[in-house]
């Protein structure tokens, strides 16, 4: 599995990623992009080529990431790509992660099926299916 990208949350994307900028020299890679299906507003940003950073911002106020932002927010989850998620997700079971949430499409990654899982030990792993190059 390749390592995608890192999710951090954050209170306020435009601010966090002006951050990045300055003390980091992280680019922006995308636009703003709100997913409806998860609650969040998703901004990427990194250097080409590299694993990027994905800027999470609650939407609304039942989005999932809320409470994780009331503790403090920062680093959240590590996303891998796979081949075919729904294997990924068996074999994950079957080592004992918890699906928490299901495959569903991501608008921030065009599409592509993501689905979330809690591994015991490490935390909260993301997986996306398909490979970006
Ligand atoms: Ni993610």
Known sequence: MK???????????????????KFLGLAPLSEIVIDPLQHVKIQM??????????LIQPYGEDSPVQRFLQKGGGLYHLCFEV???????????SEGAIC?????????????KV????????GLIEFVEGSSL
């Open 100 to 112: 928490i949430i299901e495959p569903l499409p991501a608008a921030a990654f065009q599409d592509r």
């Open 45 to 54: 940003c990194g250097n080409h080529n590299e694993v990027s950073l994905e």
């Open 83 to 93: 081949e075919n998620i729904d294997r990924a997700i068996s074999e994950a079971k």
């Open 3 to 21: 390592l995608h990208h890192v999710g951090i949350v954050v209170e306020d994307i435009e601010k966090a990623c002006a951050q990045y900028r």
């Open 115 to 122: 689905a979330f899982l809690f591994y015991s030990g490490i």
